[in-house]
């Protein structure tokens, strides 16, 4: 585990921490175009983007970003899915699992779209993630679900189930009343093979291993009068008036191999700190720019190895930009550029701050 110190000290502009940036325009997908991307993974072959919201479909760009292939099959019927609550690839990379809560199923295709098989699956999920060839982690909603009447241990948030969706054991009991406590109860993340699991507004980060579920992130906010770790006497009034006078971590995080980009909330403003992995440092991140594309890390989701990767909407690039650094890679990947183009991919490779 890692202790981080969240610290009061000087900010550092966030183009310093900016090596190099490289990107993938997202090709021509025809009439279902990426509106909102949810998830995002980088594989030697593919990158494979989820948009859950607004197309509700998964799309599959070779590494250059020229599309493959869709899964678009909104529908009540065999393979089709009525919504998209999570998204998740197989530990080998060659296939795609849909959780679709509104249809009660869990449905899996493969990097050509094709059609592998589905499973009925009816608890109030909001997640799922692939862990290896024989164990899936199903992250629950909180509150009473009937479907969870013969499994021990209901409090639980996390079931580890069986590639044929049996039980196989729990964890995390729930720490909120989730009548009254409108924040999801549980934050579970997939950066390449790692899967991190955490409660918001608590201090601590695990990671799930072969061995168990250990703890990662420890983050120390005593220095910047700092809250966490709220029990089930938590109500969205006391929630608010607490983070309105202190730093909290609602657990708003991206993880690289070198680095992890951390999102607090301090006197109900963002507060975002940069902590690096090998030197065990943090650096406070300044919430400005002086070049063309460094504000954009601030919005980064996702990562590939060791660089941070931002989706960008086609047409923030063709709104104008001052002669500032990087505006040559800006008009660079501004060029054939039309507002009804799918999003740019820009990936952020970091450095220490100078």
Known sequence: MDRVEIKEQKQISVDSVIEKIDYVKLGDTGDVLIGKVTHLWVTPDHIVVGDARQAKAVFIFDRDGNPQTIISRLGRGPQEYQGITDIDISPDQQKIVILDSWGDKLITYDMNGEFLG???FSLFTQGVKWLDDETLLIALSGGKDPGLASYPNQEDLLLFMDSTLQFKYSAFPNRFDSDIFNYGPLVVKRFDDRVLVSVPYSDTIYQYTP????????????????VANFGKDMTNEKLDKITSNHASFPHIYVESDDFVLFFLSKNKTMFPVLYDKKKKQTHNIELKSYTALGMELMSAEFSSKNQFVSAVPAFQFLTFCPDVPGVELRNEIKEGLTDEDNPVLLFYTLKDPE
Not at 211 to 226: A, F, H, S, T
């Open 211 to 226: 061995q168990g579920i250990q703890p990662r992130y420890k983050l120390d906010m005593e220095d910047v009068n700092g």
């Open 118 to 120: 589905e499973e009925p």
